[in-house]
């Protein structure tokens, strides 16, 4: 199974930018699919941006599409979200997540197999 730990969260002002990261353990990362999803207070938990296992494709919420960059280092066991252009509706914790095969949609949060205990992102006005 894989264990993953996002970190690079914080506080923000509008407009700046934030990394974060999301290592994970397991002889297997490369073969799992990995996304981030993102949970306001009193909202759905939602699809951020996710990456194949090969790093071929690339997948992104219209909220953030031009804003964010999804990449993954397999040889670190590392998948990244760096995140420009901030707003305040970006504010939420961003869970990083990965899955195994699987034919859902990328932005299904059900299809995820594993997930992290969460970074907050706070991006003030």
Do not use: H
């Amino acid at each position: 199974q894989v264990q993953l730990v996002e970190s690079g969260g914080g506080l923000v002002q509008a407009g700046g930018s934030l990394r974060l990261s999301c290592a994970a353990s397991g002889r297997t990362f490369s073969s799992y699919g990995m996304g981030w999803f993102r949970q306001a207070p009193g909202k759905e938990r939602e699809f951020v941006a996710a990456i194949s296992w090969s790093g071929g494709n690339t997948y992104y919420a219209d909220s953030v599409k031009g804003r964010f960059t999804i990449s993954r280092d397999n040889a670190k066991n590392t998948v990244y979200l760096q995140m420009n252009s901030l707003k305040p509706e970006d504010t939420a914790v961003y869970y990083c997540a990965a899955r195994g095969a699987s034919s859902s949609w990328y932005g299904v949060v059900s299809s995820y197999d594993y997930w992290g205990q969460g970074t907050q992102v706070t991006v003030s006005s």
